[in-house]
């Protein structure tokens, strides 16, 4: 069993920045890809970007590409979110998750946080 629990949401103008935190607790956390994920009301939970266990591999949804940083510090037990160049279509709650390989899908990662939200105001 993995806790996931995110923070660093909040606020923000359009063009701004914001650094989401996801802190994990319980099984090895180094052994999990995580990902990040946002839902914004009335749609679908969408895949934002994912990391390996090492690090060495992320993904970006293309929306995100080049202003979303996914990284991860395994001694810490957390993974981060860098959002640069925020919009109000990035406005919505974000999740993290963790799962066995690395994925868009979200049917691939078998734990979940409870999501923090993000508003970028125009």
């Known amino acids: 069993q993995v806790q996931l629990v995110e923070s660093g949401g909040g606020l923000v103008q359009t063009g701004g920045s914001l650094r989401l935190s996801c802190a994990a607790s319980g099984r090895t956390f180094s052994s999990y890809a995580m990902g990040w994920f946002r839902q914004a009301p009335g749609k679908e939970r969408e895949f934002v970007a994912s990391i390996s266990w090492s690090g060495g591999t992320t993904h970006y949804a293309d929306s995100v590409k080049g202003r979303f940083t996914i990284s991860r510090d395994n001694a810490k037990s957390t993974v981060f979110l860098q959002m640069n160049s925020l919009k109000p279509e990035d406005t919505a709650v974000y999740y993290c998750?963790?799962?066995?390989?690395?994925?868009?899908?979200?049917?691939?990662?078998?734990?979940w946080g409870q999501g923090t939200q993000v508003t970028v105001s125009s």
């Open positions: 998750a963790a799962g066995l390989s690395v994925s868009s899908r979200r049917a691939t990662y078998n734990y």
